[in-house]
């Protein structure tokens, strides 16, 4: 029982130390900083935010197409019904 548990702890403990070093933080000064995962980690997020902004600025714009066309539709079908009305001239262009 203790050789198989030995042997287990053998073989997990190269994994803790590569999963020590992958823990890296984001505070200088601390053990395991790493400026290149910082800067990765900050170019990420400036991305990330360019995306989100991208996209707000995609949907305002296919709102705003959404709004003009329904505005036309709307003008179109008003004209419809005025230009139905008794005594007026049906013009056909």
């Known amino acids: 029982m203790k050789t198989k548990y030995l042997i287990l702890c053998a073989a997990l403990l190269p994994l803790t130390a590569m999963a020590n070093t992958l823990n890296n933080t984001s505070q200088p000064g601390q053990p395991g900083y790493n400026p290149s995962t910082q800067n990765l980690q900050q170019k990420m997020q400036i991305q990330q935010a360019q995306q989100q902004l991208k996209l707000q600025m995609d949907q305002q714009r296919q709102q705003q ?19 139905n009305q008794p005594g007026q001239q049906n013009k056909s262009y």
């Open 65 to 83: 197409q959404i709004q003009n066309q329904i505005r036309t539709q709307q003008n179109q079908a008003s004209q419809r019904i005025l230009n």
